[in-house]
């Protein structure tokens, strides 16, 4: 069984940092597709990075140069190192992970069969 524990979410100003961490509480398939993705209010939910258990690793146009996605297999962990955040990175975001490969899933929420429970994150100017 797959459980999402998210972490890290909260309140910072412009130009600030934060660091958001998703582990499996239960064991990660052995070709699977993690995800951060955020939704903001009124709008719907968006791919922010996503890594596959090889490392592969792909970035929204909007968030690249200042988020970094990052995994420890041995944890069952990933990462989602946050710079330079501006209002529009405001939002919950949501820890996903999909039984295939990055590859076969990509950016589609729908394809992702587990979640976490989202934290929030607000930039303010």
């Known amino acids: 069984q797959v459980v999402l524990l998210e972490s890290g979410g909260g309140s910072v100003q412009v130009g600030g940092s934060l660091r958001l961490s998703c582990r499996d509480a239960?064991?990660?398939?052995?070709?699977?597709?993690m995800g951060w993705f955020r939704q903001a209010p009124g709008k719907e939910r968006e791919k922010v990075a996503r890594?596959?258990?090889?490392?592969?690793?792909r970035y929204a146009d909007s968030v690249k140069g200042r988020f970094t996605i990052s995994q420890d297999n041995a944890k069952n962990a990933v990462y989602l190192e946050m710079t330079s955040l501006t209002p529009e990175d405001t939002g919950v975001y949501y820890c996903a992970e999909a039984r295939a490969p990055c590859v076969m899933v990509g950016a589609l929420a729908h394809k992702y069969s587990y979640w976490g429970q989202g934290t929030q994150v607000t930039v303010s100017s």
């Open positions: 239960g064991y990660r398939y052995v070709s699977s597709c």
């Open positions: 890594t596959n258990t090889d490392g592969t690793i």
